[in-house]
């Protein structure tokens, strides 16, 4: 179990939502949602934060808990895209400060993943199917780039 499913086994056990978890805690439902999703790992001094709030110790929430992976790209994405899109998202860090990993969750069961880029003056979104988007259009433009590149030099192509 990850950190994250172990801070919902408990939350659920004492019958708190996300929401009033989140309240004890001092953050938003948001956060504890993107806690247990998986989304964010918690800083040590959350889980301390979490673990007062569920009146465990915070052992108890990293017990046997494995590192949570990082955010899956979309099942629609190639394999080999995976570092282009973790590479757009770490761009994205580099040019606007924060971004911060989300996830809806639909009554269904069904979730989408999405990303707040925080900006000022507004903060805007971009969904999984945005970033796919941009590794889509980074893969298209790559040879026609390099192309214009090795022409500028002089260089054949190889």
Do not use: H, W
């Amino acid at each position: 179990m990850t950190i994250g499913q172990n801070i919902r086994a408990i939350r659920k056990k004492r019958g708190l939502t996300q929401g009033r978890l989140g309240q004890l805690c001092g953050m938003t439902g948001g956060a504890i949602s993107s806690y247990e999703n998986g989304v964010t790992v918690p800083k040590r001094r959350v889980v301390e934060r979490i673990a007062q709030a569920l009146d465990v110790p915070a052992d108890k929430l990293t017990q046997g808990a494995v590192p949570a992976l990082e955010p899956a790209i979309p099942a629609a994405a190639q394999p080999s895209d995976a570092l282009l899109y973790d590479g757009v998202l770490t761009l994205l860090k580099e040019l606007y400060g924060v971004v911060e990993g989300r996830i809806i969750l639909g009554e269904n069961g069904a979730s989408r993943r999405y990303y707040v880029v925080r900006q000022v003056p507004e903060d805007f979104v971009l969904y999984d199917s945005d970033i796919s988007a941009i590794v889509r259009s980074a893969k298209a433009s790559m040879s026609p780039v390099l192309a214009y590149m090795r022409t500028l030099r002089g260089q054949s192509a190889v």
